[in-house]
């Protein structure tokens, strides 16, 4: 009778946290539009929200500007994800603000980094998530 302990372990351990991209890719988008105006609205999974005020994710990245030292860029799960490439559409992509800048590294360069979600509920962009705060850990 010793699997009744282990079903009663298993029932009360907390849930494997969710891959962020996956939760960013499931955000759902429905866009409406009239004669005169156009407007998206944003289904943000609960999961995600919940991983807002202690943000982690690994990715690649992409840089928005040639500088020495960068304080923004975007991350993708995958390099063929670059939306600069053009060569395989554009696949999720994640804004990301640092707390301070760091240097500048080659494109595709595998990261992970801490920072601040922020959920952006304007109805003018597909922009549905954001990262500001970000600092290297990986």
């Keep these: 009778m010793r699997t009744l302990p282990l079903i009663a372990l298993l029932a009360t351990a907390p849930p494997a946290l969710a891959n962020p991209w996956n939760l960013i890719e499931a955000i759902e988008y429905k866009e409406t539009e009239t004669e005169t105006s156009w407007s998206v609205a944003k289904i943000i999974p609960d999961d995600l929200r919940a991983m807002a005020d202690s943000f982690e994710i690994t990715g690649y990245y992409v840089p928005v500007e040639a500088q020495a030292y960068v304080s923004s860029f975007l991350l993708v799960p995958d390099p063929a994800d670059c939306p600069f490439c053009g060569e395989n559409g554009y696949g999720p992509s994640l804004e990301v603000k640092m707390k ?3 240097p500048d590294m080659p494109e595709a360069t595998k990261i992970t980094l801490r920072g601040t979600l922020h959920i952006d509920n304007s109805p003018e962009t597909y922009r549905a ?3 500001t705060e970000g600092v290297l850990i990986d």
């Design 129 to 131: 998530v954001y990262v």
């Design 100 to 102: 301070r800048a760091v």
